[in-house]
């Protein structure tokens, strides 16, 4: 289960009071901070994403945006990808899709290890698993895969 960023941009929808540029140092270089770590980070625009960084009309209408998200065509994109701060480059909104034997998407697993799903044999399955589960996060992910297809569920 590789998860693979599509870039839609909602997880950076409503940063924009969480990663703040506190100052800017030079024509792409900024001083900013991670608020809900209390982390500082200097930050410098990628250099092929420079042309959308100066766009300002998108952060102008999203004001509660991150001040680094652009559009780029249909994509939403991150313009600090190399300088973004570490729970940024690790964030994964969805670690696995779980669907019935026929592929049929029944539910996602996202990245706090809880269930959205409306299916109602999956939801008392994931009962038993929050019951089971190791509680150490970690081995959880795999141990919720495979408790998963034991039960009969593909899972990606
Ligand atoms: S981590 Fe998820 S929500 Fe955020 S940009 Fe990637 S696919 Fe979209
Ligand atoms: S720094 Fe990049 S990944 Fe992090 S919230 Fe901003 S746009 Fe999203």
Redesign the pocket.
């Known amino acids: 289960m590789v998860f693979s960023c599509r870039q839609c941009g909602s997880?950076?929808m409503y940063?924009g009071d969480y990663?703040v540029i506190r100052r800017q140092t030079g024509p792409f270089t900024f001083e900013c901070e991670s608020v809900s770590t209390g982390t500082s980070f200097k930050a410098e625009v990628d250099e092929d994403k420079r042309e959308i960084f100066t766009d300002f009309s998108f952060p102008e209408r999203n004001p509660t945006a991150?001040p680094?998200?652009r559009p780029d065509g249909d994509l939403l994109r991150?313009t600090?990808h190399r300088d973004?701060?570490g729970q940024?480059k690790y964030f994964r909104c969805v670690l696995m899709h779980v669907s019935d034997g026929q592929g049929l998407l029944l539910g996602t697993v996202r990245g706090t290890l809880d269930l959205h799903s409306d299916d109602r044999g999956l939801r008392t399955v994931w009962e038993e698993i929050v019951r089971k589960r190791p509680k150490d996060d970690g081995e959880a992910e795999p141990w919720i895969a495979s408790f998963l297809i034991e039960n009969g569920y593909h899972v990606d």
């Open positions: 997880c950076c940063l990663i991150c680094f998200l991150c600090i973004s701060p940024c």
